[in-house]
């Protein structure tokens, strides 16, 4: 097999930055929910090394080049090198294990590994780029297809080649990991993993850290809950059946049952989320589902604290205070040394002074001091570390890698308490011992959850990483959690001894802890007393069937399944289950055979089981024709019946399936009892018969008999009037089912041919029915049109757009419907005159959501088409009703416009549609026939407003085609006048509301309605907040709390009274002119007026946010 270098690798995946440059996509960030080599357990120590490679004659090498072999930690490695690139116009660089196919079968071996290229002049800028890998015989190298540019590469100022010499560096540290498929959890630590479906690492985590306090799982398993439920409906079931299975089974569990009862579909389960926002939702539902029960409270109980936030004057007797409870704390990980740290920069004061001074009441502006301070802490202490944040610089969001370290115990009345209130008790003891610690590993779009618990908070830690559970030395959970970076000393003599550091990407996110005087109640007892019996019964069941299985799957090569349809499976299941064929084999009955047992013992089985004596019963070979129907096809011979059944089935399956399927053919007397089978010869055929009735669209078997090949089927039609209750002399038509995929073919038989002549065999089927009469009513007058409408009936069920999880009805269609047969039926449902006005929209199979863009007016041929997203069909459709028809609104564009009054406090939507050649001023003339303006001779302007910003006025002459409401808000609004005689040094600035998240780092966050502003050259701030003030219209008390900022990029400069505000703006517009404006900052507390507008274009925009996490039920 060839090395993967030469499959062109996925380079941009595997690269990482080097410590100079910390910008690029992080190795762990691809690896996702894989099995993850990075956190495989590692039971020894690394082994590492450094090798220097100095590559002479550099701009004289071939394609590729391997540098001699070195070795660390067993194994041995060499360098391998595209100078001139791997099909790119960068040097292409890998780790390579030596010899790799003269391994053992099955060696792996987990490396974290850098490559250089070092700087010959300047040390300091040296190339380094970093990774890990599991190396195994698939992947025996790994490493960088776009290492460096070679123009860079080349360049002799830059000196990474000097007289034609490079030199390269590989440092390597090597660990040893746990064989992941042969270790047994339960064996090898007394507990068991959950099963990940795709991206639930982040569930399973949490779910497993929640399970370990037991004082919690003994309160799930007394919710109320009965033996009728059902697990993927109910919240507390599902919960109750996870834990058990965590308790009591000995291999992995799996959580569908759970994610089924919160409400998730597949897409759900596949889309990563967080854990600290599965954790509130999740405790909040349960809270919810708890009341009113036994267990009511028990959330607060174990994770409810209280702090303080208080306001203190420092001149006047007056403070100001709130209290709020909360069941997790944020702490800041940025800037702080461990977790005492966070929580001293938590309880920090801030002072109140200068512009920033405290409104007191009856004293006015007062300078003051803020702060929080804690008046209890939970039982069961929950910190969530704030390793993502937003970097205002690179504008997107960074994990921070920073070490931050926890203690195993916390002491938080530390120092005299100094994080506690004067109304905290001081008689309880806060000090904690560590329970849990979740760890993320990889970067900010992707990574890995898990959780190192010490379920008893005995010295011996666990780690559970998905279907994973391995013992932990304390120094895992703890320093190798911490994050930063990790220094690998080297060992291995002859080499560089200088050590060398990987950036470790694996670290803490959320710390549980347990206080020591409740250590007792939170760890207790729970066993089989505290389940209800329903449910005991219920899971038991469940394992004795699941242990069933594993058995028979086990001992399946053992066995055959030997498959039985007879003439009473035909009479039941023809004309309800199945139209097509003969049978559904998987309703048949079945026996579980051994494979070496006598065909002749198998028979009497099938006598005592189904009451036919051995002399009696025929067996027929099933075979899977050319055109994909199956049918019997011969009956098992004497010398097939003295083989084995193993034997028998390997010659009727080509297949190589494990199942043996059979027709028992049996003839029954007048009284119904088996009687002797008549000798077949070759001129017999067997031939299987079918029944419809076109007045009643009723399709049913009839019966089975043996023709002869040269007789006609002219000769047989009184047998089969009286099998059908005809008058003997009746006119019946025959017809020959001969397929039914992709088309069906079903066509006429010859009466006065013979069967031979009309290419009959065994096991063919013929349908007959009455000849039909001239000027029928029936809808499907003969047998083909008959079939052919089954083949392509669909049920579809049809969703409102406006509540795309809820059926609404169901309509039965067929795939062959044309797109105006769809909405005329669905009108005719709706009881609407015109179908026209019904638009669809099809359903995508993965998101399990409506489908962006509608169905375009008979943009589509048929309804099979409107099913079908990729290679999957679906039986969903989404309709809404219209005002106008569709044909007419494809014709429009319709923009829904807030437009906001001059005067009045008040937003009013309003929809507009226009032609799509119109332009803006069209839109603009045509809201003004709608809207109350304050005077007769008003000008409007059409703005475009994203999160609170203005991002664009739009020109009267811009089509109105190329608009896009759908991301956007649309605004309109009178013109000011004062806007409309600028002067020449006049200024015309964007002004926006906005607040600090303390939760986010004091990122800015803006809220409210924007708007412009005139400002005049040489204006102070005193004058503006005047006129800001009166368009607010503002009270006095309320706007001397507001504070003034210039905003570039999102980062407030306070200004002054005196400062001059125009002078901080740029004389010309600029594009990106929307992040530069004047910000007020003051609290988000006025009704929000804007809230409809913000909702319609959330609503509008139905995929174009990221889902969060949700529990529906």
């Not at 008003?938 to 109105?960: C, M, Q, T």
């Not at 986010?1000 to 803006?1006: E, I, K, R």
Request: hydrophobic share 35%.
């Amino acid at each position: 097999m060839p090395p993967p270098h030469l499959e062109q690798q996925e380079d941009e995946e595997m690269e990482v930055p080097n410590s100079d440059n910390p910008e690029g996509p992080l190795p762990m960030e691809v690896q996702a929910e894989n099995i993850s080599t990075v956190d495989a357990p590692i039971v020894d120590d690394p082994q590492s090394g450094r090798f220097t490679w100095t590559i002479d004659n550099f701009s004289r090498l071939m394609r590729k080049v391997y540098s001699d072999s070195f070795q660390v930690g067993g194994y041995r490695w060499r360098i391998l090198v595209f100078p001139k690139g791997n099909n790119v116009d960068h040097l292409s660089m890998y780790l390579d294990v030596v010899d790799s196919v003269l391994l053992p079968y099955g060696w792996s071996r987990y490396a974290q590994f850098s490559l250089t290229v070092v700087n010959q002049l300047h040390n300091k800028f040296s190339i380094r780029k970093e990774t890990s890998h599991q190396f195994n015989a698939r992947e025996s190298d790994w490493g960088f297809t776009n290492f460096m540019p070679l123009s860079e590469l080349l360049d002799p100022s830059r000196g990474y080649v000097v007289n034609d010499t490079c030199v390269v560096e590989a440092d390597v540290a090597v660990r040893k990991v746990v064989d992941y498929w042969s270790h047994d959890s339960k064996k090898e630590t007394g507990y068991v993993g959950l099963k990940n479906q795709g991206a639930t690492c982040y569930m399973n985590s949490l779910l497993q850290t929640l399970y370990h306090i037991p004082y919690f799982r003994k309160a799930v398993y007394h919710m109320p809950t009965t033996e009728n439920d059902m697990p993927s409906g109910s919240i507390p079931l599902a919960l109750q059946s996870l834990f058990y299975k965590l308790q009591y089974s000995d291999s992995s569990v799996a959580t569908k049952e759970l994610t089924k009862s919160f409400g998730w579909d597949t897409y759900d389960a596949f889309m990563q989320h967080d854990v600290q926002e599965l954790n509130r939702v999740l405790c909040e539902k349960l809270e919810d589902k708890m009341k009113g029960t036994v267990v009511e409270g028990t959330i607060q109980q174990l994770f409810e604290g209280h702090h303080m936030n208080y306001i203190e004057c420092i001149n006047v007797d007056y403070k100001s205070t709130r209290k709020e409870s909360f069941y997790d704390l944020q702490l800041d990980v940025k800037g702080c040394r461990d977790v005492y740290d966070s929580f001293d920069k938590y309880v920090e004061v801030e002072r109140l002074e200068g512009d920033n001074k405290y409104h007191a009441e009856k004293y006015g502006l007062q300078e003051a001091r803020k702060g929080v301070l804690f008046i209890d802490f939970p039982p069961v202490l929950q910190l969530q570390l704030k390793r993502f944040e937003y970097d205002f610089m690179r504008d997107t969001m960074v994990k921070i890698n920073d070490r931050y370290e926890f203690p195993l115990q916390l002491d938080l009345d530390r120092e005299d308490g100094k994080y506690l209130s004067p109304e905290a008790d001081r008689r309880v003891r806060n000090l904690y011992t560590l329970h849990s610690v979740l760890v993320h590993s990889g970067g900010v779009h992707g990574g890995h959850y898990y959780a190192y618990i010490r379920p008893t908070l005995s010295d011996q830690w666990f780690k559970f990483d998905d279907e994973r559970v391995t013992k932990e030395e304390a120094k895992r959970a703890l320093e190798e959690q911490y994050g930063g970076e990790e220094e690998l000393p080297h060992t291995n003599p002859g080499f560089n001894n200088s050590p060398f550091k990987f950036t470790k990407y694996s670290n803490a996110y959320m710390l549980v802890y347990i206080r020591e005087s409740d250590k007792d109640k939170i760890i207790c007892n729970v066993d089989e007393k505290d389940i209800a019996e329903h449910l005991r019964v219920r899971l038991k069941k469940e394992q004795e069937e699941k242990e069933l299985k594993r058995k028979e799957k086990a001992e399946a090569h053992l066995y055959t399944i030997v498959k039985v349809a007879r003439d009473a499976d035909l009479f039941e299941q023809i004309g309800e289950d199945i139209f097509f064929d003969l049978v559904d084999h998987d309703k048949v009955r079945s026996f579980r055979i051994q494979k070496q047992i006598p065909f002749s013992v198998f028979k009497e089985e099938v006598a005592k089981e189904l009451g036919v004596p051995v002399q009696y019963q025929r067996f027929w070979l099933w075979a899977k024709r050319q055109n994909h129907t199956y049918r019997p096809n011969r009956p098992v011979t004497p010398q097939e019946e003295a083989q084995s059944v193993g034997q028998l089935r390997e010659v009727s399956n080509k297949a190589n399936s494990a199942e043996l399927k059979l027709f028992l053919e049996v003839e029954t007397g007048q009284d119904f009892r088996p009687i002797a089978l008549p000798e077949k010869s070759t001129e017999d055929l067997l031939l299987f018969f079918k029944l419809y009735d076109p007045s009643n669209e009723e399709f049913r078997y009839i019966g089975r008999f043996y023709v002869s090949a040269s007789g006609r089927p002219m000769d047989i039609l009184t047998r089969l009037n009286e099998m059908a209750g005809f008058a003997r002399d009746e006119e019946i038509e025959l017809f020959e089912e001969i397929k039914f995929e992709p088309q069906v073919m079903c066509e006429l038989v010859d009466k006065k041919s013979t069967f031979r002549a009309n290419q009959l065999e065994d096991g063919d089927i013929i349908c007959y029915q009455k000849t039909p009469k001239v000027g029928s009513a029936d809808r499907y007058p003969d047998v083909p049109s008959f079939l052919e409408y089954v083949h392509n009936r669909q049920v579809v069920r049809f969703r409102s757009l406006e509540r795309p999880k809820e059926d609404e009805f169901s309509l039965e269609l067929s795939k062959l419907h044309t797109y105006d047969d769809v909405v005329t039926r669905v009108a005719q449902h709706l009881g609407l005159d015109d179908p026209s006005k019904i638009r669809l929209t099809s359903h995508n199979c993965y998101s399990q959501q409506p489908k962006p863009q509608p169905i375009k007016y008979r943009g589509v041929e048929n309804l099979s088409d409107m099913l079908v997203h990729y290679n999957q069909t679906s039986d969903i459709l989404y309709y809404e009703v219209l005002d106008i028809p569709l044909p007419e609104l494809q014709g429009l564009k319709t923009l829904k416009i807030a437009f906001h009054h001059a005067t009045k406090d008040e937003v009013l939507i309003h929809t507009i549609r226009l032609p799509k050649q119109c332009d803006v001023e069209d839109v603009i003339n045509d809201l003004k026939s709608k809207v109350d303006l304050s005077h007769p001779n008003a000008e409007l302007r059409l703005l475009e407003v994203f999160y609170h910003k203005i991002y664009k006025i739009f020109s009267p002459s811009e089509k109105i085609e190329n608009i896009n409401d759908q991301y956007w808000t649309l605004r309109a609004e009178e013109i000011p006048e004062e806007e409309k005689n600028l002067g020449p040094n006049d200024r015309l600035i964007h002004v926006y509301h906005f607040m600090k998240d303390t939760t986010q780092n004091q990122q800015v966050q803006n809220f409210g309605d924007p708007f412009f502003l005139v400002v005049h050259e040489g204006e102070t701030l005193a004058d503006v907040k005047l006129r800001i003030q009166k368009k607010l219209q503002v009270p006095d008390e309320e706007f001397s709390k507001w504070k003034f900022a210039f905003l570039s990029l999102g980062r407030p400069e306070y200004l002054q009274d005196s400062d001059v505000v125009s002078s901080r703006f740029q004389r010309r517009d600029i594009y990106g002119a929307w992040e530069q404006y004047l910000g007020l900052e003051h609290t988000d507390n006025a009704p929000k007026k804007s809230y409809a507008v913000n909702q319609f274009s959330i609503l509008q925009n139905r995929h174009a946010f990221e889902k969060p996490v949700k529990i529906y039920n």
